[in-house]
């Protein structure tokens, strides 16, 4: 029997887009609608290639108040290529980007702006 525990407070959401790493020019990975979610390396796949420079995210942020999660958010920012997010709050946990209510706005060199 397996026991699920979900921490207390807010469910927070933060989008962002990643750009490709800068000695690249963009992301390259297989698209196969009969397959999705299998990872299988380029060369081994003759699935169509899907080139894009930039990849929107969206991922779950813990945290129990807004600066906790704008704390946590922070973390994640600074350890990708983003240099923009939005953070919502988000009681559907919705994968969707844009859904919730905008809670703040991060710019790299500017920091965080309240909506």
């Known amino acids: 029997m397996a026991v699920i525990c979900k921490a207390g407070g807010m469910n927070y959401f933060l989008d962002y887009t990643i750009p490709a ?5 963009e992301f390259e990975f297989p698209h196969d609608e009969i397959r999705p979610g299998t990872t299988i390396p380029l060369s ?3 699935a169509d290639v899907v080139h894009t420079p930039e990849l929107p995210a969206r991922t779950g942020i813990i945290g129990a108040t807004v600066p906790e999660a704008k704390l946590e958010a922070e973390q994640l920012i600074t350890h990708s290529r983003a240099t923009e997010a939005s953070l919502y709050e988000d009681p559907s946990n ?3 980007a844009g859904v919730g ?3 703040a706005t991060f710019t790299e060199g500017s920091g965080w702006q309240d909506a």
Do not use: K, Y
């Not at 790493?21 to 020019?25: R, S, T, V």
């Open 101 to 103: 209510t905008l809670v």
């Open 44 to 46: 081994e796949t003759n």
């Open 94 to 96: 919705s994968l969707q």
């Open 21 to 25: 790493a800068p000695d690249n020019a």
